[in-house]
T-cell receptor, first 113, second 115 residues
Framework: GENVEQHPSTLSVQEGDSAVIKCTYS??????FPWYKQELGKRPQLIID?????GEKKDQRIAVTLNKTAKHFSLHITETQPEDSAVYFC????????????FGKGTLLTVNP | GAVVSQHPSWVICKSGTSVKIECRSL??????MFWYRQFPKQSLMLMAT?????????EQGVEKDKFLINHASLTLSTLTVTSAHPEDSSFYIC???????????FGPGTRLTVL
């Protein structure tokens, strides 16, 4: 089955700096890669996603890049703010697998004011 | 749009009792829903895939007789934890799959504490 590795497990940045979280996946058939933000005790919320036919996607301060050949994808947050502090999860899925998501272990991002 | 609710948000029960958790898609129909379990400071662990009108598909190592799943309508899936024990205490989260988007939308979770 699919395996998703996520790094780093913790990331601390100063407000205004950029943050990058990286994930690798094992199954080349995976074709959908969402990123979720989860605040303590709350639900995971989709912040951005990318499909395998696209190399990069951007939404304001958040961007995701995908390298299918290397089987890795990354989340980029620019101009970080304290409210960006949360746990971020990457995931991968593919059609035909009943759309199951395989999650990475998460990255605790702390943005220091 | 794509709102998922979950009820109850928290529940405390005695060991040996059963607890039912409901997951509803409020503004879309979801033929497929998922149930996850999350321990503190850990990732989401998929327990089972719930398909409307058919039996749930359980992940390896998840006891189907202990975690009963029913998906009787296009907007409701339920998870019943039977004969609960303290080790079943956890944060249970459901998600509903929105066809056409490839996206799962999550409920707010249910905190289960078994005494």
């Amino acid at each position: 089955g699919e395996n998703v590795e996520q790094h780093p497990s913790t990331l601390s940045v100063q407000e205004g700096d950029s943050a990058v979280i990286k994930c690798t996946y094992s199954d080349s058939a995976s074709n959908y890669f969402p990123w979720y933000k989860q605040e303590l005790g709350k639900r995971p919320q989709l912040i951005i996603d990318i499909r395998s036919n696209v190399g990069e996607k951007k939404d304001q301060r958040i961007a995701v890049t995908l390298n299918k050949t290397a089987k890795h994808f990354s989340l980029h947050i620019t101009e970080t703010q304290p409210e960006d502090s949360a746990v971020y999860f990457c995931a991968a899925s593919m059609r035909g697998s009943n759309y199951k998501l395989t999650f990475g272990k998460g990255t605790l991002l702390t943005v220091n004011p | 749009g794509a709102v998922v609710s979950q009820h109850p948000s928290w529940v405390i029960c005695k060991s040996g009792t059963s607890v039912k958790i409901e997951c509803r898609s409020l503004d879309f129909q979801a033929t497929t829903m998922f149930w996850y379990r999350q321990f503190p400071k850990q990732s989401l662990m998929l327990m089972a895939t719930s398909n409307e009108g058919s039996k749930a598909t359980y992940e390896q190592g998840v006891e189907k007789d202990k975690f009963l799943i029913n998906h009787a309508s296009l907007t409701l899936s339920t998870l019943t934890v039977t004969s609960a024990h303290p080790e079943d205490s956890s944060f249970y989260i459901c998600s509903a799959f929105l066809y056409g988007t490839d996206t799962q939308y999550f409920g707010p979770g249910t905190r289960l504490t078994v005494l």
